[in-house]
């Protein structure tokens, strides 16, 4: 079985601030990682998915994530945030070999101006 | 490729009615995921296909509500008779065979049932 914990339902940062969301998994086999984003009245985006090739992940928009197997952790991070990042962001999880995805709470992101 | 395309984006419906949402996964796609969104439960998955056949709907609520995908590029999310609480965005998604690993998602429908 596997799980996700997002600490923080609610982040704001400035303008320009380094964005920080964490992520915490449990997953008894090698995992396979993933964050969504989602704008107002929409559905859930891809912004990055680690797979077990780099632990280093970048994906959209200047996000990035770091896979910490010891932590147990993918927290998502962009250095300069921008206006157009306010959204909802969703950790998620799945063995390598199902084809289900466990999500986590959720974070909604405020970038103040 | 246009996405996955649910339809309709927004349903109001009164309580006992029947509500059916539908689903139009990305061509060549052989899952089918239906999710439901809400603020007190966050993203659940209700059930999930494979090549058109049911394979995990231990996510279903209740026996109010049935998915049923005739063929490969069709899907509905039938709730027969519909109560407030099933209010929720609810979400279609798509992925691919053997080897994928992300979900494709549409853009949800939002359901209120008064």
């Known amino acids: 079985a596997q799980s996700v914990t997002q600490l923080g339902s609610h982040v704001s940062v400035s303008e320009g601030a380094l964005v920080l969301l964490r992520c915490n998994y449990s997953?008894?086999?090698?995992?396979?990682l993933f964050w969504y984003v989602q704008y107002p009245n929409q559905g859930l985006q891809l912004l990055l998915k680690y797979t077990s090739a780099a632990t280093l992940v970048k994906g959209i928009n200047g996000f990035e994530a770091e896979f910490k197997k010891s932590e147990t952790s993918f927290h998502l991070t962009k250095p300069s945030a921008h206006m157009s990042d306010a959204a909802e962001y969703f950790c998620?999880?799945?063995?390598?070999?199902?084809?289900?995805?466990?999500f986590g709470s959720g974070t909604q992101l405020t970038v103040l101006p | 490729d246009a996405g996955v395309i649910q339809s309709p984006r927004h349903e109001v419906t009164e309580m006992g009615q029947e509500v059916t949402l539908r689903c139009k996964p990305i061509?060549?796609?052989?899952?089918l995921f239906w999710y439901r969104q809400t603020m007190m439960r966050g993203l659940e998955l209700l059930i999930y296909?494979?090549?058109?056949?049911?394979?995990?709907d231990s996510g279903m609520p209740e026996d109010r509500f049935s998915a049923k995908m005739p063929n490969a590029s069709f899907s509905t999310l039938k709730i027969q008779p519909s109560e407030p609480r099933d209010s929720a965005v609810y979400f279609c998604a798509s992925g691919p065979g053997r080897g994928w690993t992300e979900a494709f998602f549409g853009q949800g429908t939002r359901l209120t049932v008064v």
């Open positions: 998620a999880v799945t063995p390598g070999s199902a084809r289900q995805l466990t």
């Open positions: 997953s008894s086999v090698p995992p396979y």
């Open positions: 296909f494979n090549n058109n056949v049911p394979i995990d």
């Open positions: 061509s060549g796609h052989d899952y």
